[in-house]
């Protein structure tokens, strides 16, 4: 059944937040509203605006289309019917971006925030995964560790399994890292780690697992807003340089879980994954520490053992003695990483390597890593 | 020391956030600036716009000023000296409200955002007590019980303090309600607990305990976002037509963090406390469950003992055998809601039930609740 995700128009409600703010009126739009030819229309009002456009995720690539005024100064624009998915979506008026404010939902993906939506056009596609059932719920933590090698107490979200709490059992952990200037929450937020999880473990599809969900920027310990000194994130030089840190500052955060929290040991046990920036770590500190993950995956950003250094550590870690169960790669038919994706891939079948390639359609993109943590977690530690 | 806390200009950053979304290129301007003399300047680039106000907490009640356009078509103003505090603000461009979006610290709170930063003028200032410090750090947890009595599973907020997670210790528990169209995020969010018990743990102000912070509003399970129909808060209907269904349901909550969690029980180790519909809550479930919790805080919401039921009911929960080590009743001297705190005040004091009261300057406003919870918390399990 089609969730109507959007209800309830907010007739002039006064949202008086404190006295000293002014007073704000919201007007009657709703927006975004699924209709129930699973189009969505998008409202704005503004009587003055000269010029308002969209842009969004459900627009083919980079497009932006003019809104269009009707009666009352309420902008409006309707999509084609979408498929189930979290979309992603802003406003441009007179050419300033800002978001839907009659939509509270919003996702802050480094430090610019959007608005979205979720809908799942039927059980089991992939929006379905990302909205929250009734069914048993995992726990999101958020607490810190301490890495002696970067010499700070960093935050870390930390997913666990429904019945994590009142059982006995020991569970898998799968370490899961974010891109160029994400950090600790991004997975949990834009990623929808605990619904997927969720999802997944009540299905039977994914077996239940801790996820760890570290802060891969070694100069940054924490989110903005939960770090000591509060900062701008930015991609500027997070591209890599935190992969040598990240990489021998790792089993601070292994042995960190693995005291604190009822997890197994060992390769069977463990599974690395990440996403551009997170998947460039996943294979570094996977060559680093080799026959300590069993599951290793890489989301939009392998890297090719295309130096000697390199093709010797990938060596040391297909060692049959240590070696993966699983070597994982997912990318984007559109995404500029593919070409070393393929790289890695091709060299990994040349040299007997096992390695599973999956590729989707788009680019280096949320909606694309949401896909590849569905597919990957219902792989792991089976 | 003082924090300068937005930092870091982000000279033409590209946030290509996703391939389907135009690009976003952020002008050179950084807002909110903190100077040297605690006077905060904000900065606005929009060569196009006709006005520019800016609306904060900084300013005299619901005063909103202009901002004043330089070369470049940047906007700015500069506040008087701040004290340590967080602050809220947005700015009203051509009249319509939107976040300052050179600052990417933004809050919820029920359906709307805005803009904030904090700032400490000196170590044990107010601002100093919601900032992050290198101190031991406690952990949030986002879970799930469920309540048979509401016949449904309801999402939770969690702090554990630092050392929880190793250690043997049982600990005492606050339960900390929200107000009307909050959530179970409020707390942590624009609150800051975690921030404030564990800097008020450090410094050995605090006992350490458990803060559990449900969602007060009984037909909503979850915060916007997590609740498996999503939808929009509001204020409207929730003033207080939850109190009846939090109280009868309030055991199934102690029920299920004393058999989830290691904490001590009895009243010596239960504590309630709300703002707003919250302390309406804490007050009705305190006298519903006399000898439950000896100590209850009502934060710009006490309820008057004015019927007699409500008297009847106020002295089984005084009766000496069972009554609460503290009653704590704050309110700001501008708060609609401060006769009422002073009638109940008065009334226990005339029949000499034992209660403290607590007025600060302001309203009905998070700045006044995040001190309470500061004094509150450091009189609590002693």
Redo the contacts between chains.
């Keep these: 059944m089609k ?1 109507l ?4 128009a ?1 007739l002039m ?3 008086a ?8 009126f ?1 007007a009657p739009v709703i927006s975004p509203e699924i209709n129930p030819d699973n189009t969505v229309t998008f409202r704005y009002r ?1 009587p ?1 605006a000269v010029s308002v456009k969209i ?3 459900f ?4 497009t ?1 289309v003019d809104m269009v005024e009707g009666p009352d100064g309420v902008w409006s624009y309707t999509t084609a019917p979408l498929e189930g998915e979290l979309y ?1 979506y ?1 406003f ?8 839907d ?1 009659a ?4 996702n ?7 608005s979205f ?2 809908m799942s056009a039927k059980q089991g596609d992939k929006g379905w995964y990302y ?4 069914v048993p ?8 560790y301490h890495s002696d090698k970067l010499g700070a ?1 960093r ?1 870390v979200s930390i997913y666990t399994p429904p019945g994590y ?2 059982g006995k059992a020991k569970y898998p952990v799968l370490y899961l890292l974010h891109g160029s200037g994400g950090d600790e929450d991004a997975w949990a937020d834009l990623g929808r780690t ?1 619904q997927i999880l969720d999802n997944l473990i009540a299905e039977g599809k994914a077996k239940p697992m801790l996820v760890v969900m570290p802060n891969g920027v070694f100069y940054n310990n ?1 989110a ?13 030089n997070s591209r890599s340089d935190s992969t040598v840190e990240i990489e021998q500052s790792f089993p601070d955060l292994i042995a960190f879980v693995e ?3 009822r997890v197994e040991k060992g390769r069977k046990n463990r599974a690395i994954a990440g996403l551009s920036m997170g998947a460039r770590q996943s294979c570094a500190v996977s060559r680093a520490h080799p026959g300590t993950f069993g599951y290793i995956g890489m989301f939009s950003g392998a890297v090719p053992a295309d130096t000697p250094e390199a093709e010797a550590a990938l060596a040391r870690q297909m060692d049959p003695k240590v070696a993966p169960y699983l070597y994982w790669i997912g990318v984007g038919s ?1 995404d500029g990483v593919r070409v070393n994706s393929l790289k890695l891939k091709n060299y990994c079948e040349q040299k007997g390597y096992p390695v599973e390639y999956y590729e989707s359609d ?6 694309n890593w949401r896909v590849y943590l569905t597919v990957f977690a219902q792989k792991i530690f089976k």
Excluded: C
């Design positions: 969730k995700m959007l209800i309830a907010l409600t006064t949202l937040l404190q006295a000293q703010q002014a007073l704000q919201r503004n003055k842009s969004g995720d627009l083919p690539d980079r932006v992603l802003n441009i008026v007179n050419g300033e971006r800002r978001n404010p939509n509270m939902y919003m802050r993906d480094i430090a610019t925030w959007t939506f979720t909205e929250t059932h009734d719920h995992g726990t999101l933590l958020k607490t810190w107490d935050r709490e009142k605990v924490a903005p807003g939960y770090a000591v000194n509060m900062f701008q994130p930015t991609m500027a005291s604190t929290y559109a788009g680019g280096h993109v949320w909606r």
